[in-house]
């Protein structure tokens, strides 16, 4: 299995010219820092270790008590590397996870897998706070107690009680769901 680690560091200036991915991959780190940070210059994306980018270097090194040589050694790299990764934790918004599977219409009983679990637990959520809807055991198999579980959700939300999840059913099931986090 891979691990994430920051890029090589860029030694020297000599370095620098020389590889211009890592010095794009530097202005982007320095580019985040500095949307949050006043004392570090904006710096533009292009890849070249320029005037630029030395005196962001120098700027970030400055006020983060590292020597002042405007080139990103180990231990500037690793400093710069590791505040732009706590940033992204802190700003990034988190990606939307799509799991109705496009590529099929309707989940019904005899089907199994995630879209399963998915709706097993979105069933049991709105058990937890609806008396008159019941929980359903996740187990990733659409059986008789989901499909019941499923046609009683359709009726309470004026659907055709079919007992299988199409998309104006799922729809529903995503709607009520974000309205839960909504009031949450």
């Known amino acids: 299995m891979a691990t994430l680690t920051s890029q090589p560091y860029l030694r020297t200036k000599t370095d620098h010219l020389d590889d211009r991915t890592n010095t794009f991959q530097l202005q982007k780190f320095l580019q985040k820092i500095s949307e949050n940070d006043n004392d570090i210059p904006f710096l533009n994306t292009d890849g070249i270790y320029g005037d630029e980018t030395t005196e962001a270097v120098r700027k970030y090194q400055e006020k983060y008590n590292l020597p002042q040589t405007g ?107 974000r309205a839960f986090l909504v009031n949450e």
């Open 71 to 177: 080139l990103a050694d180990f231990e500037t790299w690793e400093s710069i590397y590791e505040l732009y990764r706590d940033l992204m934790e802190l700003t990034e918004e988190a990606l939307p996870l799509h799991i109705y599977p496009t590529e099929i219409i309707t989940i019904k009983q005899g089907d199994n897998g995630d879209a399963v679990i998915i709706i097993q637990l979105l069933l049991n959520s709105f058990a937890d706070r609806y008396a008159n809807l019941n929980k359903v055991r996740i187990n990733g198999q659409y059986t008789n107690e989901t499909a019941d579980a499923v046609r009683n959700f359709q009726n309470l939300s004026l659907l055709e009680p079919t007992g299988e999840v199409n998309r104006p059913t799922w729809n529903e099931m995503v709607k009520l769901y």
